[in-house]
């Protein structure tokens, strides 16, 4: 069985996890989706999978579009300081 196949989402509408803006009622959309990943099993590979293809929109692996980009800014400097590059 796929981590897919097992994701708390599975039976949630897809739209709360592809919230329109970042601001009012978004936010709250942002917040429901979020606490359905909280529970879900598979979080972790579903995070890891949205990092790995560069996914940009949506609420994956209980993050959003900016924490994802947060992230990758980290792991890339981490990456960059590992072999002593300085990264901008």
Excluded: N, Y
């Amino acid at each position: 069985m796929s981590w897919h196949e097992r994701a708390g989402c599975r039976e949630v509408d897809p739209d709360l996890f592809f919230p329109i803006g970042t601001a009012g009622l978004a936010l709250v959309q942002i917040d429901e989706a979020k606490a359905v990943c909280a529970r879900c099993p598979v979080r972790e590979r579903c995070l890891q999978w949205a990092l790995d293809v560069g996914q940009v929109e949506g609420i994956w692996g209980g993050t959003t579009e900016s924490e994802r980009r947060a992230t990758r800014r980290r792991s890339a400097r981490k990456g960059a300081e590992r072999i002593g590059v300085k990264a901008s």
